[in-house]
C-alpha cells in the first residue's frame, strides 16, 4: 500500500523558514517523480514544485509564487521528500501535500498524503 | 494559464442517484490531459480519472470521465454514502491547473 506522510508544519512569522518532509512507502520511490501541491480555501489547489527522479535528473521545477525561495530534495535513501521554505509570506499558509507523479505524466498526481498545515502569521 | 470552471458549485443529491459534474476550460485542452479528483474532509485528494476517462487503480466502475477540447463530465452513476465530497478538476497539458470544485452533499 503507498502511503505519504508529511510532518513538519506549524506556526511561523513572515520572513521565516520551515523545512516539510514526507516519508514514502509502498513504492519505489527512487523512480517517482514528486510533486508538493499546497491547497488554500481562497486560492484552491496550486502546485509548489516538482522533483524528478534520479535516473531523469533529479531537475526541479517551481511555480512563480515560491520561485527563489523554496527548494525541494529527495533522499531515495531514506525514501523521503524535502521542501525547504525560506523568506516565508502570509500567502505561503496553505495546507502542503507532497504527491506522487503518475506513471503517464509527471504533472498528474496518482497518490497524496494527508497534508500538513503551514500558517504564516505575524 | 488555462482556466477549468466547475459546475455545479454544489450538487445535492441521494444516495442511489445520478451525478453529473461540469468542468470547462478556457482553452482547448491538448491531448484529452484532463483528471478527476475526490476529496473527503482531513484528507489528501484521491485520483479518480485520468486522460479524461481512464479509470485509476481501484476505482469502481460507477465512477466514468467523459469529454474533450473544452467539456468535461464526471459522472458517478449511483451515488453510495462514502461518495459524498468535494471534486475537482486537473489539467495537465499545459503547465497544470485545479478547477475550483464541486461540493456533492447529501439531499
Known amino acids: 500500500e503507498v502511503q505519504l506522510v508529511e510532518s513538519g508544519g506549524g506556526l511561523l512569522k513572515p520572513g521565516g523558514s520551515l523545512r516539510l518532509s514526507c516519508a514514502a512507502s509502498g513504492f519505489t520511490f527512487s523512480n517517482a517523480w514528486m510533486i508538493w501541491v499546497r491547497q488554500t480555501p481562497g486560492k484552491g489547489l496550486e502546485w509548489v514544485g516538482r522533483i524528478k527522479s534520479k535516473k531523469d535528473g533529479e531537475t526541479t521545477d517551481y511555480a512563480a509564487p515560491v520561485k527563489g525561495r523554496f527548494t525541494i530534495s529527495r533522499d531515495d535513501s531514506k525514501s523521503t521528500l524535502y521542501l525547504q521554505m525560506n523568506s516565508l509570506k502570509t500567502e505561503d499558509t496553505a495546507v502542503y501535500y507532497c504527491?506522487?507523479?503518475?506513471?503517464?505524466?509527471?504533472?498528474?498526481?496518482?497518490?497524496w498524503g494527508q497534508g500538513t498545515l503551514v500558517t504564516v502569521s505575524s | 494559464e488555462i482556466v477549468l470552471t466547475q459546475s455545479p458549485g454544489t450538487l445535492s443529491l441521494s444516495p442511489g442517484e445520478r451525478a453529473t459534474l461540469s468542468c470547462r476550460a478556457s482553452q482547448s485542452v491538448r491531448s484529452s490531459y484532463l483528471a478527476w479528483y475526490q476529496q473527503k474532509p482531513g484528507q489528501g485528494p484521491r485520483l479518480l480519472i485520468y486522460g479524461a476517462s481512464s479509470r485509476a487503480t481501484g476505482i469502481p466502475d460507477r465512477f466514468s470521465g467523459s469529454g474533450s477540447g473544452t467539456d468535461f463530465t464526471l459522472t458517478i452513476s449511483r451515488l453510495e454514502p462514502e461518495d459524498f465530497a468535494m471534486y475537482y478538476c486537473?489539467?495537465?497539458?499545459?503547465?497544470?491547473?485545479f478547477g475550483g470544485g464541486t461540493k456533492v452533499e447529501i439531499k
Open positions: 486537473q489539467q495537465y497539458g499545459n503547465s497544470l491547473t
Open positions: 504527491t506522487k507523479g503518475h506513471y503517464t505524466s509527471g504533472w498528474l498526481f496518482d497518490y
